[in-house]
């Protein structure tokens, strides 16, 4: 799909453009979409850039990732997606800029690209350019990994009480279980935001070298530019903690699943303690006597058997119940 944005009336105007239809040359912004039919051609025509292929845009060299081409200035990120579903992702999204358009390209839905374009098409600035959009994108991708950051921070707290202040009773198997899940889960999304990081601090470098030579910028933006440096370093430490922590929890939830093994185990060498000298006492007499009345009674057979049927679900139960099993 390819979505072009006008300037128009203070605000971005959104086009869907056709199979047959030609890109609008006033655009300033080129959305492709998981590009089909030629579309990137039709981009490619009216802007004059070369449209990376889905495989070169998932190439991990900087060399293949931040370059410039004719002119053209290609930027590609790799952008956090579903960061608040069960399946967080990041996706490679690769942003051009020529001619002062913004053209950018994309084979998923990052939570960032809705939010700017719902903002833009209810006020954007002025003089709306390519560089300006690009600003407002690395601005809008900072703000919702710093959402997504707080949000493990909060879910990290969440665990580090269920692990140290677990309630007792229950099926403790399960609570650790679940608990290593979770713990599995925010690791990765911790993982995939501090990589998304890394990718902007990259290209916020590529950005600001080749700045000097952007003469659509202006003082301000770049001074943003190194503002987002700073945020984008902070928030790598921050994601570098949080990474620490839940390797602590990790540490911790193993920890308290060894105390508990240790239990059990405890268990285990206390009953065999208690039973040994029974069980030495009957190795060594064989309950062979003269007088043992239950071996003539009519139902000595039955009892013995039921006597060894509820010595051998009573335990079973027990462990049920105590969540072992």
Request: proline share 5%; glycine share 6%; with cysteine.
């Amino acid at each position: 799909m390819l979505v072009a944005y006008i300037a128009q009336g203070g605000a971005l105007k959104t086009q869907v453009v056709g199979p047959q239809d030609a890109a609008p040359s006033d655009a300033v912004w080129l959305d492709l979409v998981s590009p089909v039919d030629g579309e990137d051609g039709r981009v490619e025509a009216a802007v004059g850039v070369e449209i990376p292929t889905r495989e070169e845009m998932q190439e991990i060299e900087p060399s293949s990732r931040l370059y410039v081409q004719d002119g053209a200035r290609y930027m590609t990120l790799s952008v956090l997606c579903g960061a608040m579903t069960d399946t967080p992702s990041v996706t490679p999204v690769t942003f051009i800029l020529a001619n002062g358009k913004l053209v950018t390209v994309r084979y998923a839905e990052p939570r960032a690209f809705p939010l700017l374009a719902q903002r833009m098409q209810k006020a954007c600035p002025v003089r709306v350019t390519g560089e300006v959009l690009l600003f407002e994108f690395l601005d809008t991708i900072i703000d919702r990994t710093a959402d997504v950051l707080e949000h493990c921070a909060a879910g990290i707290e969440r665990l580090s009480k269920r692990v140290f202040e677990r309630e007792q009773g229950g099926n403790a198997n399960k609570q650790y279980r679940a608990i290593l899940t979770h713990v599995g889960r925010q690791e990765g999304l911790t993982s995939y935001a501090r990589e998304s990081l890394s990718s902007l601090s990259r290209m916020l470098a590529f950005l600001g070298a080749e700045i000097e030579d952007v003469q659509a910028i202006s003082k301000e933006q770049r001074s943003a530019l190194k503002s987002m440096h700073r945020d984008v370093a902070g928030l790598a430490d921050y994601a570098n903690f949080l990474a620490n922590k839940l390797q602590f929890l990790l540490d911790g939830t193993i920890g308290m699943v060894s105390l508990e093994q240790n239990n059990i185990i405890k268990i285990f060498a206390v009953l065999s303690v208690v039973l040994m000298p029974p069980t030495l006492i009957a190795s060594i007499y064989g309950m062979n006597f003269q007088h043992m009345p239950e071996l003539h009674a009519a139902i000595g057979y039955p009892l013995a058997l039921t006597a060894m049927a509820v010595s051998a679900i009573t335990p079973y139960l027990f462990f049920k119940w105590r969540g072992w099993l």
